[in-house]
């Protein structure tokens, strides 16, 4: 994969950035790497706490990288028998919380998952039928920013 640079307008908003220089970590940290990047004209906003450091070690850390992210689900649930796709559908929406907004959200592209809900999301339909070549309608590659 062909290595991409980190930018400024790549940094979702409201993103915690990390001030600790003396982080060992810290050219491998999302964290750091988004706060190197902060506009110069930027006075205010989400930050890493010092209180982050425990033993030696920030449970802040991200690491920074690129991952396939993906939404839709139009061709989700052909796989599942229809006297269950109901069923599978709201085992589905459950895993985004109450309501549905949050699901609409992904199934439009308004919002992406991450690879480790995509495979949550896989599991769940596991349960209903096979899961071999069942994919979401888009992929992407993008920072790992979740």
């Known amino acids: 994969m062909e290595e991409k640079e980190l930018k400024a307008n790549d940094i979702?908003?409201?993103y915690p950035l990390c001030f600790n220089d003396g982080c060992a970590d810290k050219d491998k940290c999302m964290h750091y790497q988004a706060m190197?990047?902060?506009p110069k004209?930027?006075?205010s906003g989400s930050a890493v706490f010092p209180t982050a450091w425990e033993n030696g070690q920030c449970r802040c850390?991200?690491?920074k990288r690129r991952v396939t992210k993906a939404w839709g689900f139009s061709k989700l649930?052909?796989?599942v028998p229809q006297w269950q796709k109901a069923?599978?559908?709201q085992c589905v929406r459950a895993l985004f919380g109450k309501g549905n907004g949050p699901y609409y959200r992904v199934h439009h592209g308004e919002n992406m998952l991450s690879p480790e809900k995509q495979e949550e999301i896989l599991e769940v339909l596991a349960?209903?039928?096979s899961v071999e070549g069942?994919?979401?309608d888009h992929y992407v590659t993008d920072w790992d920013f979740d």
């Open 36 to 38: 190197l990047l902060m």
């Open 77 to 79: 649930y052909h796989n």
């Open 134 to 136: 069942v994919r979401f």
């Open 61 to 63: 850390f991200r690491v």
């Open 12 to 14: 979702p908003w409201g």
């Open 41 to 43: 004209d930027r006075y």
């Open 127 to 129: 349960k209903y039928g």
């Open 87 to 89: 069923e599978a559908r």
